[in-house]
């Protein structure tokens, strides 16, 4: 499967802001979709993972709360909602297709988007 992330961009402490990861193919209803983030100097770390059909979730301690991950099977399309942005919430933002059961490392995942980047200002 091939991912497209869009939505990115400048936005003040405390906003909010949604990404998408548009998906070809037609077996986008297959995968565990999740997201990803990798700030200057860091490691890409885990922010959220969504099952195949979109009834289970699993989210990092640090955005639990404030970002919601969600799909539209009809649209092959996963988003990611981030409420309440923080500056340490700056990074590049990646989308991932994994054919394991919510997985949370990036190791389970076989398919990457390019990545969006988010800018979060104080």
């Known amino acids: 499967v091939q991912l497209q992330a869009s939505g990115g961009g400048l936005v003040q402490a405390g906003g909010s802001l949604r990404i998408s990861c548009a998906a070809s193919g037609r077996t986008f209803g297959v995968y565990c979709m999740g997201w990803f983030r990798q700030a200057p100097g860091k490691e890409r770390e885990f922010v959220a993972v969504i099952s195949y059909s979109g009834g289970n979730t699993l989210y990092a301690d640090s955005v639990k709360g404030r970002f919601t991950i969600s799909r539209d099977n009809a649209k092959n399309t996963v988003y990611l909602q981030m409420n309440s942005l923080k500056p340490e919430d700056t990074a590049a933002y990646y989308c991932?297709?994994?054919?394991?059961?919510?997985?949370?490392?990036?190791?389970?995942?076989?398919?990457w988007g390019q990545g969006t980047l988010v800018t979060v200002s104080s």
């Open positions: 991932a297709a994994a054919l394991t059961w919510l997985p949370v490392r990036p190791t389970d995942f076989g398919s």
